[in-house]
């Protein structure tokens, strides 16, 4: 079956500790992004990577780190220089970057720092 | 600073036919125009996406005037399952890539 798996669903840290998030896809596609969405907010890019040991970052990416050593994943860490860490996190793939492919959206991650 | 733009929210009854519009005055020659669909909780899913003139599947339709700046999602005869938010993403290239989501169209249908 394939698809986007993200883990875990939920996620509860203190502030002031670092957070990876996992993404995992098995649809061989080259491409992965990851955005942030705030309660009644649209989607906004944090990092995106077009293909192995490669990543851009998005409009917001500060406090945040991704790597991308393998195909399949693109695990991303929340640090605790992240001023407002407290959001649903998406994870997608796309066969390649550019607007004409379709993104593939994994069910999120909701993060909570107290 | 390239954007778009949506209505914030729309109500609409059973049977309807509902109309999304999303403005998008910076596109690119190149970019196409995709429409998502966001259940709470739940990562968006893929309706419909366009270039230009008028694209239609099996749920949707998207019609996309010739100077490209806005288009129209259009849900035929809408049932209360298709409530939710509903996005339009528009690829912008300024130097480095972006992806814009909209902000957004929260539908409610009402019985």
């Known amino acids: 079956d394939g698809g986007i798996t993200q883990s875990p669903k939920y996620l509860f840290r203190k502030e002031g500790q670092n957070v990876t998030l996992s993404c995992e896809q098995n649809?061989?596609?080259?491409?992965m992004y990851w955005y942030r969405q705030d309660p009644g907010q649209g989607l906004r890019l944090i990092y995106y990577?077009?293909?192995?040991?490669?990543?851009q970052k998005g409009d917001i990416a500060e406090g945040y780190s991704v790597s991308r050593e393998k195909k399949e994943s693109f695990p991303l860490t929340v640090t605790s220089a992240q001023k407002n860490p407290t959001a649903f996190y998406l994870c997608a793939s796309s066969i390649g970057t550019g607007s004409a492919y379709e993104q593939y959206f994994g069910p999120g991650t909701r993060l909570t720092v107290t | 600073l390239a954007k778009t733009t949506q209505p914030i929210s729309m109500d609409s009854y059973e049977g309807q036919e509902v109309n999304i519009t999303c403005s998008h005055n910076n596109i690119a020659t190149n970019d196409y125009i995709t429409w998502y669909q966001q259940f709470p909780s739940q990562g968006p899913r893929f309706i419909i996406q366009g270039y230009k003139t008028k694209v239609t599947n099996e749920v949707a339709s998207l019609f996309i005037p010739a100077d490209r700046k806005s288009s129209t999602l259009s849900l035929p005869r809408v049932s209360l399952s298709d409530t939710a938010v509903y996005y339009c993403l528009v690829g912008f290239t300024s130097g480095t890539y972006k992806y814009i989501f909209g902000t957004g169209t929260r539908l409610k249908v009402l019985a």
């Open positions: 990577s077009q293909i192995v040991n490669d990543f």
């Open positions: 649809l061989n596609h080259d491409a």
